[in-house]
């Protein structure tokens, strides 16, 4: 296996990650400033009041984004098995 196909295939997992990745990160990102955006206008400084939103809302996203995520996992491990006889030959 010449280093430029392993490079190949380790760059596109990164993309994949960050594809997979991509959906809930924002969420909670989204979930977390507006939760902190409301608590310093209500001057309520409370750490754990963040969490349960982000936890429901990172969870509907996982049930809205999750068989997006497995379809792009299961193409990507199809693609790998379909490399294997070109990667082992060297061609």
């Known amino acids: 296996m010449s280093p430029e196909a392993v490079m190949d295939i380790g760059q596109e997992a990164l993309l994949l990650a960050a594809k997979l990745c991509a959906p809930v990160l924002i969420?909670?990102?989204?979930?977390?400033f507006t939760v902190s955006l409301l608590q310093s206008i209500?001057?309520?400084q409370e750490m754990t009041i963040s969490f349960v939103p982000k936890l429901i809302a990172v969870g509907?996203?996982?049930l809205v984004c999750g068989n997006w995520m497995i379809a792009e996992i299961v193409a990507f491990t199809h693609d790998l098995f379909a490399r294997i006889p070109t990667l082992l030959s060297g061609g």
Request: net charge neutral.
């Open 60 to 62: 509907i996203a996982l």
């Open 42 to 44: 209500t001057q309520v």
């Open 27 to 32: 969420t909670a990102l989204v979930v977390g």
